[in-house]
C-alpha cells in the first residue's frame, strides 16, 4: 500500500476561504504537521501534497490549498492554482468558517436577494448583496 504510486492514489482536495481552517484540518487528519496554520489569512501559498493510508479506504493524496477568496496579483494566480486542483481532485472537502453565512452561488454571480442562506442553521436571507438583479 505505501508504494502506490501517488498518481493511482484518489486525491482528495480540502478548500475553503482564507484563514477557516484548511490547513488545521489536513494536520488532524493527517497526526502531523505538514502545512503551517496561523491566524494570519493567506498562509497557505502553494498547494501541499500528502501521501496517506486513509483506513478504511486506502491509500489517498490529502491536498491543502490557498484559500479560493484570496486577493491581490499573486493571490489571483494562488486561487488560480485551487481551482486547477480543484477541477483535478476526485473528492473535495469544502471548509467553512460557522462564523460566515454560506450562501448558494449561480455561476459566477452573487446569490440574488432573497436567496436563503445553504447554512442550515440560519436560512436567513441574503442580505449580502440586496440591490443585485
Ligand atoms: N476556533 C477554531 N479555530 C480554528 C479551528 N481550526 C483552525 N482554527 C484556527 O484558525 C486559524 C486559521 O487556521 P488555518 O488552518 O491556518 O486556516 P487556513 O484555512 O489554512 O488558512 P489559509 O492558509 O490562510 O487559507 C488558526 O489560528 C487556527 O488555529 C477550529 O476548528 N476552531
Ligand atoms: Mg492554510
Known amino acids: 500500500m505505501q508504494g502506490t504510486p501517488r498518481s493511482l492514489r484518489p486525491h482528495i482536495g480540502i478548500f475553503g476561504r482564507r484563514n477557516v481552517g484548511k490547513s488545521s484540518l489536513i494536520n488532524a487528519l493527517v497526526g502531523q504537521e505538514v502545512a503551517i496554520v496561523s491566524d ?28 479560493l477568496d484570496d486577493e491581490g496579483f499573486l493571490g489571483e494566480l494562488r486561487k488560480k492554482k485551487s481551482l486547477e486542483i480543484l477541477n483535478r481532485c476526485d473528492v473535495a472537502l469544502l471548509v467553512w468558517d460557522g462564523k460566515n453565512r454560506l450562501y448558494f452561488r449561480a455561476g459566477n454571480s452573487e446569490a440574488p436577494p432573497g436567496t436563503k442562506c445553504a447554512c442550515p442553521r440560519c436560512g436567513e436571507q441574503n442580505r449580502r448583496n440586496p440591490s443585485t438583479p
Open 40 to 67: 494570519v489569512p493567506g498562509t497557505t501559498t502553494d498547494p501541499v501534497f500528502k501521501p496517506i493510508e486513509l483506513l478504511p479506504f486506502g491509500p489517498v493524496v490529502l491536498i491543502d490549498t490557498a484559500g
